[in-house]
């Protein structure tokens, strides 16, 4: 079993559709080990997108997740990891398929409804940021 770290963002929040994704993740046989609503601190944004700390778009990312309540999760299932990812689509919601997460209620590249853990280290350093 894998575990990894889901999180719906401030616009699938403000969109009222948590319950909607919520529904896709159990849907797919994700098992939620633990779930909280919260708005996230500058400290917990700033190191779960470290590794984009040099992009032109750092600022502009943080600021969009402080912007308003997550909902986190923490996910398992055989291939938790790539099964997710699979469902939410492509970063990018215009190249994300119909029926995928981001496909169907992505706005833009930052506006994408959800973050998913992209590999299993990644997924062990972000769950121990919210999920210690």
Same mark, same amino acid.
């Given at each position: 079993?894998?575990?990894? /770290?889901?999180?719906?963002?401030?616009?699938?929040?403000?969109? $009222?559709?948590?319950?909607?994704? &919520?529904?896709?993740?159990?849907?797919?046989?994700?098992?939620? +080990?633990?779930?909280?609503? +919260?708005?996230?601190? $500058?400290?917990?944004?700033?190191? =779960?997108?470290? #590794?984009?700390?040099?992009?032109?778009?750092?600022?502009?990312?943080?600021?969009?997740? %402080?912007?308003?309540?997550?909902? =986190? %999760? %923490? %996910?398992?299932?055989?291939?938790?990891?790539?099964?997710?990812?699979? /469902?939410?689509?492509?970063?990018?919601?215009?190249?994300?398929?119909?029926?995928?997460?981001?496909?169907?209620?992505?706005?833009? &590249?930052?506006?994408?409804?959800?973050?998913?853990?992209?590999?299993?280290?990644?997924?062990?350093?972000?769950?121990? #940021?919210?999920?210690?």
């Amino acid at each position: 079993m894998e575990r990894t /770290l889901f999180i719906i963002k401030p616009d699938g929040v403000e969109r $009222k559709v948590v319950g909607e994704v &919520i529904r896709r993740i159990e849907k797919e046989g994700f098992q939620i +080990l633990q779930m909280k609503m +919260l708005r996230m601190t $500058k400290q917990e944004a700033e190191r =779960l997108y470290a #590794i984009h700390r040099d992009k032109e778009f750092y600022s502009s990312l943080i600021e969009f997740i %402080l912007s308003g309540s997550v909902v =986190l %999760l %923490l %996910l398992e299932r055989q291939e938790a990891i790539s099964k997710l990812r699979e /469902l939410a689509g492509k970063t990018n919601p215009a190249e994300a398929g119909k029926g995928t997460i981001r496909g169907d209620f992505g706005t833009t &590249i930052q506006n994408n409804i959800v973050h998913a853990s992209d590999s299993i280290e990644t997924a062990e350093r972000e769950i121990t #940021i919210f999920f210690p």
